[in-house]
């Protein structure tokens, strides 16, 4: 039921870099709003990572970064690390809606 | 620092009502921008957003629910309340309340989250 679609995993070897993309639509990812990406890790509750224009909270390390291009958005991870293990969402408000949408979630594994 | 934290009942018969609360600390939903949103995670299932309520009563609902939800504010209390009628095993999931981190009553972020309360919808 999520109208924001994301791969259902991605994985890398430590110190690569992995990307996750959030497709949408013209009512969501398409407008001017940001998309917003949030970190889950295993049996917690999710946490705030960065935002589409690379806005992030204190204590998130620039190898998270972020980017929108028209009903796409991508998460990209560099220098890959075991901390880094976790499910990934994509946020965005939806014009049609007139409420937010979550996407599917990706699971990023380091090998 | 702001903080939230969910209560309510973690079993509930199906038909029955539930009703969460967020009690939320560090900032004052009557100030301009502020909001407070729900989200819930069924068992190995990915977020879905409930509600949220504005610093100016304004509410939004996920169009598949809103028939069922019912949000509240007590801005006295610091507190957010969600009422789910008519619920169904389906409804079993971990609800979060969050902080919505925006300058109006639309868009924005989740920036700081609850640790979540799980609920079981069973006869």
């Known amino acids: 039921q999520s109208v924001l679609t994301q791969p259902p995993s991605v994985s890398g070897a430590p110190g690569q870099r992995v990307t996750i993309s959030c497709t949408g639509s013209?009512?969501?990812?398409?407008?001017?709003?940001?998309v917003h990406w949030y970190q889950q890790l295993p049996g917690t509750a999710p946490k705030y990572l960065i935002s589409?224009?690379?806005n992030r909270p204190s204590g998130v390390p620039d190898r998270f970064s972020g980017s929108k291009s028209g009903t796409s958005a991508s998460l990209a991870i560099t220098g890959l690390q075991a901390e880094d293990e976790a499910d990934y969402y994509c946020q965005c408000y939806d014009t049609s809606l007139s409420g937010y949408v979550f996407g599917t979630g990706t699971k990023v594994t380091v090998l | 620092q702001i903080t939230l934290k969910e209560s309510g009942p973690t079993l509930v018969k199906p038909t029955q009502t539930l009703t969460l609360t967020c009690t939320f600390s560090g900032f004052s939903l009557s100030s301009s921008g502020a909001g407070v949103g729900w989200i819930r995670q069924p068992p190995g299932k990915a977020l879905e957003w409930l509600a949220v309520i504005y610093w100016n009563d304004e509410k939004r609902y996920s169009p598949s629910l809103k028939t069922s939800l019912t949000i509240t504010k007590d801005t006295s209390k610091n507190q957010v309340v969600l009422t789910m009628t008519n619920v169904d095993p389906v409804d079993t999931a971990t609800y979060y309340c969050?902080?919505?981190?925006?300058?109006?009553?639309?868009?924005?972020?989740?920036?700081?989250w609850g640790q979540g309360t799980m609920v079981t919808v069973s006869s």
């Open positions: 013209s009512s969501n990812i398409g407008t001017a709003y940001d």
């Open positions: 589409g224009n690379n």
């Open positions: 969050a902080h919505r981190r925006g300058e109006s009553a639309t868009g924005g972020s989740y920036d700081i």
